[in-house]
C-alpha cells in the first residue's frame, strides 16, 4: 500500500529567491509548504540565498574536460556534460529536484520587471539544453512537458500600475519572456501567474487575506488550465519558424490574438 501511495504522491519544488527569511515572500512560500503537504504532496524546497547557489555561468559548471577547450560553448558543454554525468554538483541537484517535480513554484519578488538575478541564474544553469530542451524538442514538444509551473510573486508598485494603462504596463506582456519564451521553451503548462501587489503597504489583516487566497488556490491547482500558446507546428521552420501560412488564414477572422507574444496586431487574448 505504501509503495502504491508513493507512486501515486505527487511532489511539488518550491524555487524560493528571497534573502530575508521574514519577508512576505517566506511567508508565501510557507503557505504553500504547509497547504501542498496537507494535499498529500511531497514538498521539496530550493532556497537559493540560503544555498548560495551560484548564478553564474562558467566553466567549472563542467567535471573534467571540456568538449572544445579552444571555444567555451556553454550549452554544448552542459548538454554533453548533462548526458555524461559530468556537471557540478549543485546544478545535479536542481536537476533531481526538477526531474520529481510535478508542479514548481517560483517565489519571488519582482525586481526590475523581472525575476531576481540568483532566479536568474538558476534558469541558465538548470534549464540547460539536453535536459530541458533541445533543437528539436522545445515549447509544447519542450523536454519538460508534463510538468506544470507557476510563477507567485510580489511587486513594490500597486496593481494599477501592472494594468495595459498603467505607468509599467501589461503585466502579461513584462512576464511574457518568462512564462512563454523560458518555461514554456522547456516544455511547462505555464499556470496563470499569482501577484501579489504591493503587500509592504498592506495592513496584517489584508496580508493575511492574500496568504489564505494563495492557500486557497494551491489546493486545486493541478487542475487548473494552462495559460494557452500557440503549437511549435505552427511555425513554419523552412521560413525561420515564422507562422505558417495556414496558420495565419486561420487567425484571419478572429478578434483576438492567439497569444500575447504574437497578437497580429489584434486584440490581446482573453
Not at 110 to 116: D, G, I, R, T
Request: hydrophobic share 40%; glycine share 8%.
Amino acid at each position: 500500500m505504501y509503495k502504491k501511495f508513493l507512486e501515486t504522491q505527487k511532489t511539488a519544488l518550491i524555487v524560493y529567491a528571497h534573502p530575508e527569511p521574514k519577508s512576505f515572500n517566506a511567508a508565501l512560500r510557507d503557505t504553500a509548504v504547509k497547504t501542498l503537504k496537507a494535499q498529500g504532496y511531497n514538498v521539496l524546497v530550493s532556497d537559493l540565498y540560503a544555498q548560495h547557489f551560484q548564478p553564474v555561468i562558467s566553466k567549472t559548471d563542467i567535471i573534467g574536460e571540456l568538449g572544445d577547450p579552444k571555444h567555451f560553448n556553454y550549452p554544448n558543454e552542459v548538454g554533453a556534460a548533462y548526458e555524461k554525468d559530468s556537471l557540478s554538483l549543485d546544478i545535479k541537484q536542481e536537476i533531481e529536484k526538477l526531474k520529481m517535480a510535478d508542479l514548481v513554484i517560483f517565489q519571488f519578488p519582482m525586481q526590475w520587471a523581472s525575476v531576481p538575478a540568483i532566479l536568474k541564474g538558476w534558469f541558465e544553469r538548470v534549464l540547460i539544453k539536453d535536459f530541458a530542451f533541445n533543437f528539436l524538442n522545445m515549447f509544447d514538444e519542450g523536454l519538460l512537458k508534463g510538468k506544470k509551473c507557476v510563477l507567485s510573486m510580489t511587486t513594490g508598485s500597486p496593481g494599477g500600475m501592472f494594468t495595459p494603462n498603467g505607468l509599467l504596463g501589461d503585466l502579461d506582456i513584462i512576464l511574457w519572456p518568462i512564462q512563454y519564451c523560458t518555461l514554456r521553451g522547456c516544455g511547462f503548462d505555464v499556470l496563470k501567474p499569482h501577484c501579489i501587489f504591493s503587500p509592504a503597504y498592506a495592513d496584517d489583516k489584508q496580508r493575511e487575506e492574500m496568504l489564505n487566497a494563495w492557500g486557497n488556490r494551491l489546493k486545486n491547482i493541478l487542475t487548473e488550465e494552462p495559460l494557452i500558446f500557440p503549437s511549435i507546428s505552427n511555425f513554419d521552420a523552412n521560413k525561420g519558424f515564422v507562422m505558417s501560412d495556414n496558420y495565419v488564414e486561420e487567425q484571419k477572422n478572429k478578434e483576438n490574438g492567439p497569444s500575447v507574444g504574437h497578437h497580429l496586431g489584434k486584440k490581446m487574448p482573453l
